[in-house]
């Protein structure tokens, strides 16, 4: 099957070793394009910077527990009274103050392991956006060569139409055929040609796609190389299920963001209640006044009496926050039970699909060594059908495969393993 062979691969390419700002190669393999997932896209970069933010809400957080510490420094004149005991213009001071949180209550070990989940979940999310930017890039891949395989389909359809149509203009011109259908061959002939144009633009389309997903928007790739055939087998479905609940991505972030909830909530609990710090402070001044003590050193305690209903608004919200994030959690655990359950079965099932592809491509050789046999003979054989059906059996093989590959990879991402692992998973010896 020639033309098959141009989009399917016996083992894995080899690439060479280029650097993601260099211009993507001609032809653009497969394993070339995963690699480019963790470039700076916008999705990319939006993720990182959330991360970094809740990274900066941790450090925020950390640092009002932290001590302060402040200098004050004045200097001015001034014109005493009369009646004053120090008759001195001058009124200099410098003081070194020092303050610390001792204690509030809990609030700021919950507050701060809070903030941490919620890193830890912003994490969670950035590895779960690499697996979706690896099956995006996998799937923007196939959908060119797929666009490419309707292509040459149509494209072969519509020269077999306006052979017929051509040839019904040649008969009508000898008398052999009418009119009527001189303008049927011709209408079938004009239908066609559109298809051809609509699948032409999908070529188009869907290169484009694929450019903006690998951040090359305006490289679009002429050519792309063939892929490989992937050999993985079916994993256990009982085993892939446990795997996933333990390590999957997304749903560790899930279980970050339930951990957040619970610790606002604890936060929220601790709101409006005593607060104990120390203070250390230090100085000199010009003129002696009660308020330039060489050295203090104290402790206020702060016990509110009435918050008006504050803490009770804010433990209410945490409480329902808390709750959202929890169904959030158990739904997902039951949509990864279930995606993993389909894409388990759909391997299966596009084995059989690959089968019955195999067994149409049999016959459809068949087929077509009997009409041009029968077309050598001067025997009225559709040797334009057959042509066609060989097309349509080259992309039939391609859905089949490319569908099972994408089933796999969706099984990689949800078990959570090393997203820059994919292509060895998928193609690489087990």
Known sequence: MPLLALFFGSAAPQVAALSPSD??????????????????????????????????????????RGLRAKISARARWIEP?????????????????????????????????????????????????????????????????????????????MAIAFIAANRAQERNAQGRVSDIEVFERESAYQRQRS????????????????????????????????????????????????????ANAALGAAQARVEMREKRLEAARSLERATLRGEIEAGVGSRPSSGSDIFRAGLSLDIPLFDGGRRAAEIARASAELAQAQAVLRMMRMDIRQSLLEDWLSV??????????????????????????????????????????????????????????????????LLGRDPEGLFEWLFGSE
């Open 195 to 246: 298809i051809r144009f609509a699948a032409d633009t999908r070529r188009r389309s869907s290169r484009s796609r694929l450019a903006n997903l690998l951040n090359r928007p305006q490289e679009l790739s002429p050519h792309l190389a063939p892929v490989p055939m992937s050999t993985r087998a079916l994993p256990d479905l009982d085993e892939i299920q446990s795997e996933a609940l333990a």
């Open 81 to 157: 009274k009369s009646s004053a005991s120090y008759q001195e213009h001058d009124d200099h001071s410098l003081r070194l103050t020092l303050r610390k949180s001792l204690w509030d209550s809990g609030r700021f070990p919950a507050a701060l392991e809070a903030a941490q989940a919620l890193a830890e979940s912003e994490r969670g999310l950035l590895m779960d956006l690499r697996h979706q930017r690896r099956l995006s890039i996998l799937h923007g891949y196939f959908e060119v060569i797929l666009a490419d395989l309707e292509f040459a389909r149509e494209n072969e359809a």
């Open 348 to 413: 299966g099932n596009l084995q059989a699909e690959r089968e019955s592809a195999d067994a149409f491509a049999a016959w459809r050789d068949l087929y077509l060594d009997r009409s041009r046999a029968l077309y050598e003979q001067d025997v009225r054989a559709d040797i334009g059908d057959a042509m066609v059906q060989i097309s349509e059996s080259t992309l039939r093989i391609a859905r089949a495969d490319f569908e099972r590959i994408m089933a796999l990879a969706r099984i990689h991402a």
């Open 23 to 64: 211009p993507l190669p001609d032809p653009l393999t497969l394993e070339f394009a995963l690699s480019l997932a963790d470039d700076p896209h916008p999705q990319m970069v939006e993720r990182q910077a959330a991360l970094e933010v809740a990274q900066a809400q941790v450090e925020g957080i950390s640092a009002q």
